[in-house]
């Protein structure tokens, strides 16, 4: 995740909020990622793919940091087929 890009930007300019570009965990799995070593289930795994997918569409659309680029399989955004 490009947090220290979005951390640079923000210093630079007032008006952009690094939090769009963060990762959050589903709130309905809160619970699954409470310890770093805890394996979390089937859904919370995907959950947790989404929102970092999420995350990298947002950032692609703020930030210029080499290797951020649209994901194929992406619920967002054009590089979904047919939109």
């Known amino acids: ?25 589903p709130s309905d799995r809160l619970g699954e990622f409470s310890y770093a070593t805890e ?17 990298l569409e947002r950032a692609k659309e703020h930030l210029e940091v080499p290797g951020v ?4 399989g992406s619920t967002t955004g054009s590089a979904r087929s047919g939109s």
């Open 69 to 72: 680029v649209a994901c194929a």
């Open 39 to 55: 394996h979390v289930t089937h859904d919370g795994a995907v959950g947790a793919l989404l929102a970092c997918t999420q995350a």
């Open 1 to 25: 995740m490009p947090y220290a890009a979005a951390l640079r930007l923000a210093q630079e300019d007032a008006d952009f909020d690094p939090e769009i570009v963060v990762a959050r965990v």
